[in-house]
């Protein structure tokens, strides 16, 4: 089983430019989330999916939009990248919202210039 | 919504020596407490959990132990050796009820360094 599987790896925007992380579990995760990293400031939700068909904002929503695809995919789009948005980027999923495991990606590392 | 305050932001120790990090929330519907792990340029892993039903848990060489009155929670690590060394985490949720139900609020993350 891979898990959680991000792509792309590492990525680098010029400002105003647009792209798309992807992310699947092969977990049969009901939840998925979406979460940024930066120094000193742990790791703070962007938008998570409780379950297919539903999304909802996290904390740090402003200047994102996500997709819950299918059970497996769950997508990060940034319309118009900023330098702000430079971060690592998380996805996780986890069985259930609450009190369950979370298991994340390997990370995208997002550099906005 | 719910706070998350983790100290110290780094911790350095001798190996062999013990190591704790603390966290405080500030939501006392708040009932579940994971601890992560975050090596190097890894992702985040879940290495201990408590509930609020609960007072401590052990799992070889750490444990977390949780004051609900105080509304704060600890990370022990004992024996401490090289690989120890990484981010940990603290995070708070509530299971249950609420419109932050579910949402795991992380803690700023503490860098420890074991030194051989």
């Known amino acids: 089983n891979a898990g959680v599987t991000q792509t792309p790896k590492f990525q680098v925007l010029k400002t105003g430019q647009s792209m798309t992380l992807q992310c699947a579990q092969d977990m049969n995760h009901n939840s998925m989330y979406w979460y940024r990293q930066d120094p000193g400031m742990g790791l703070r939700l962007i938008y998570y999916s409780a379950s297919e068909g539903t999304t909802d904002k996290g904390e740090v929503p402003n200047g994102y939009n996500v997709s819950r695809l299918n059970k497996r995919e769950f997508s990060l789009r940034l319309e118009s990248a900023a330098p702000s948005q430079t971060s690592v980027y998380f996805c996780a999923s986890s069985v259930a919202l609450g009190g369950t495991e979370a298991f994340f990606g390997q990370g995208t590392r997002l550099t906005v210039v | 919504g719910e706070n998350v305050e983790q100290h110290p932001s780094t911790l350095s120790v001798q190996e062999g020596d013990s190591a704790v990090i603390k966290c405080t929330y500030s939501?006392?519907?708040?009932?579940?407490f994971p601890w992560y792990k975050q090596e190097l340029g890894k992702r985040p892993q879940l290495i201990i959990d408590i509930r609020s039903n609960v007072g401590e848990k052990k799992d070889q060489r750490i444990a977390v132990t949780l004051n609900k009155t105080a509304k704060h929670f600890s990370l022990h690590i004992t024996e401490t050796q090289p690989e120890d060394s990484a981010v940990y985490f603290c995070?708070?949720?509530?299971?249950?009820?609420?419109?932050?139900?579910?949402?795991?609020?992380f803690g700023q993350g503490t860098i420890l360094t074991v030194h051989p």
């Open positions: 939501d006392s519907a708040s009932n579940y």
């Open positions: 995070a708070a949720s509530k299971l249950a009820g609420g419109t932050s139900y579910g949402k795991l609020t």
